[in-house]
């Protein structure tokens, strides 16, 4: 074996002098054999609280007390040091009482197809023997890292939930906060508003966080979808019939609107609606008054109306499919939802939100995202936008066989990575700027916190930058 070995720090306290606590990085050496153990200890003590443990049940008792976020696992572990069963199974244990924990795999040349399934089972990489110790700090550096983003994103989710956040409304990201801050701002009045954005952005939601932050809150939140219903039945969902109105009208029926009387009326896909039904809505919304089918009778109904929409209202007020009269009177104030793409780091923090939530609600056995998972999802376009994100995770909870999510459980390609015929140089350049990238739409091109993610400093960051042509936004 290679070693760098370094002396052991004499960490005893002066005569007197009271042992200090140690803040560092937990990091547990799983090795039955005590020469190797203490090298690493010995190698890797200045930079972490290193512990060890001989045999499966103790690495279990320590982490179950200490709780360390990193460990390295040897396969071979009594009572079959010679095989892989023992340490396999370990690596199951730990990760079903910590599925955060990053467990990297200490490993033979001849024992790969054993590290390989590790892999598969969960455990965070793994490193082949004979140990250069400065390759394994680099292997161990990232694993603490990518646990303490991990650490902190689910810290930010559980102060999202404990606090007063927007009812079904999660990021952290600038432009989704504007939308939070507008939210918070019309809630307290009762003007129309129209919610624009694309399929699966949540206009849904948004409408929804308005009246449960609104005074209307104890009142109906009614919803229907213009697009959803044929032109012919629409006008008596929204409006009703009296009895015998029209064939089949053998009682009287009240319409969305009138159910909606004191809280809040929902009109999703409004552009689907016909020039009909427009110029009754508009009545409606300019005097507050509306007729059943078949009717006489003026129904006067308190309702605030918020509309949505995924196509661009103004362009049908130039075509002349929309009027120009209810286009203004809905929109006094839009709010404009971002696609998922465009929301840096809330990719992330939404899948494990939707992780979390999904668990809680199906009582599924703990599961995580594993970092091809992670890169394949920060590299995938989210066309279908929050709605594609939910949908993936529940596939993915129901395909993950073990432990740790894999892109072809959420049914996303790979991040993919430069193919042959191009010199090492070439695909080290790729690969070095897709990652960068990758970091940069991640932290929503925040500098300092990309920086952190590489594991380099901002004036680096500044030169890899310039090197490969991209511009900090």
Known sequence: ???????????APSAGEAPKP??????????????????????LSDDYDVLWAGDGEQAMAILKEARPGVLTLDLGLPPDPEGSTIGLKVLQQVLAHDPTAKVVIITGNAERANALAAIGLGAYDYYQKPIDIEELKV????????????QENLALQRRLAASDRLEGLVGTSPQIQEVFSMVRR?????????VEGESGTGKEVVARAIHALSPRREKPFVVINCGAIPETLLEAELFGHEKGSFTGAHIQRQGKIEYAQGGSLFLDEIGELSLSLQVKLLRFLQEQVMERIGGRQQIRVDAR???????????????GTFREDLYYRLSVVTVKLPPLRGRGEDVLLLARHFLAAQRRTEGERPRQLGQEAIEAICAHPWPGNVREMENRIKRALIMADGPTITPADLDLAPASLPQGGLSLKEIRDRVELETIRRALARHNHNITHAAAELGVSRPTLHDLLKKHGLRPA
């Open 1 to 11: 074996m290679v070693w760098a070995i370094q002396p052991m720090p004499d960490q």
């Open 186 to 194: 019309l809630a307290s009045s009762d003007v129309a508003v129209l």
């Open 22 to 43: 140690d803040l560092r990085e937990r990091l547990l050496i799983v090795e039955d054999q005590e020469a190797i153990a203490n090298q690493l200890k010995w190698s």
């Open 139 to 150: 292997i161990l550096r990232r694993a603490f890292r990518i646990r303490a983003l991990e």
């Open 305 to 319: 109306v918020i509309t949505a929409t995924n196509r661009d209202l103004k362009q049908g007020v130039a075509q």
